[in-house]
């Protein structure tokens, strides 16, 4: 994480975020691990990895404790992660490629309705250059270039289309407030305020749904090398190597902690490197914004 980066971050709130950068500010900090083994029902962050996984964050554990940093081992709420009630909908899917083809299939109802509302914004506001205005443009130019625009399907696409676009819908509204006291309130603040944690350790993207829905921030840096997922088509060949980060999570507006954790963290292990045949980049690749 280079300064460069983070004086990016900080543009938008005119702040100078870089002050936050100290290769020693992992000492004290309280760090929360969402597993406790011994509620296997609950330890759904941590439970599910694969053997190079769970060694790429014992290592990250063990990097933070030795930089000072105290460990609070604990599972987050039951009902932090699971979700309120109608919080997720029913959609059919149709992707040629899953496994429940056909089939219906559920999907949060905040994401269903706000990507048709954020897209067709993004669409108006920002693509100047393209005569793809909406969501229902993108739906038809799929449909007319199947073969090459259309091998997962674009059953996300059709359900979002089906709402009206504004985000007035009233399963919408009930939804985003489930949303909001499952992950948030009964969730994320249960979780730090009973063990008055600076952030949450989560492997790689895992926690980013119950962030996302809080509304709270992460950040994730590199931490080690994994592979194991299996090819489609190729019988078991396992993919290449491929990085792992480790995401730390706050609370809203608490960037500046999490920063300076993430960046003590970073320091303390140089874990960043390309995976194994990626070409490096072209110089003209690192001229945009060179670290300090």
């Known amino acids: ?33 969402p597993s406790d083994t011994s509620d296997v029902a609950n330890d759904v962050y941590y439970g599910p990895l694969k053997a190079r996984a769970r060694a790429v964050m014992r290592e990250t554990i063990a990097t933070l404790e030795a930089a000072g940093a105290v460990i ?13 009630p109608g919080t997720d909908m029913a959609i059919l899917d149709r992707n040629p490629e ?12 905040v994401l269903v309705y706000e990507f048709k509302h954020d897209l067709n914004a993004y669409l108006r506001d920002w693509a100047k250059g393209t ?38 819908e009233i399963e ?10 499952a992950a948030r309130d009964l969730g994320l603040d249960a979780y730090m305020d009973a063990h008055k944690l600076d952030a949450v350790l989560f492997p790689g993207w895992s926690g980013a749904a119950i962030a996302a829905k809080a ?16 090819i489609p088509g190729v019988g078991d060949k396992d993919t290449p190597d491929y990085p792992l980060g480790a ?38 690749c690192m001229r945009l914004a060179p670290a300090k």
Do not use: C
């Open 172 to 181: 919408y509204k009930a939804a985003r407030q489930m949303d909001l006291r």
């Open 98 to 109: 899953s496994p429940d083809r056909n089939k219906p299939v559920r999907r949060p109802i």
């Open 1 to 33: 994480m280079t300064r460069a980066v983070v004086e990016v971050i900080a543009a938008d709130v005119g702040g100078d975020y870089t002050a936050f950068l100290d290769k020693d500010g992992l000492r004290g900090a309280r760090i929360g691990v």
């Open 215 to 230: 509304g709270y921030p992460s950040v994730m840096v590199p931490a080690g090398m994994i592979s194991g997922a299996t």
């Open 72 to 84: 609070v081992r604990a599972n987050i709420p039951t009902a932090g992660w699971i979700g309120g």
């Open 247 to 284: 995401t730390f999570a706050g609370r809203a507006w608490s960037e500046p902690t999490l920063l300076r954790i993430a960046y003590a963290f970073e320091q303390a292990t140089k874990a960043r490197r390309p995976p194994p045949g990626v070409p490096a980049l072209a110089p003209e």
């Open 131 to 168: 005569g793809v205005k909406t969501m229902a443009d993108i739906i038809a130019f799929n449909a007319a270039h199947a073969d090459k625009a259309l091998r997962f399907g674009q059953d996300l696409f059709v359900a979002a289309q089906a709402t009206r676009g504004d985000l007035s």
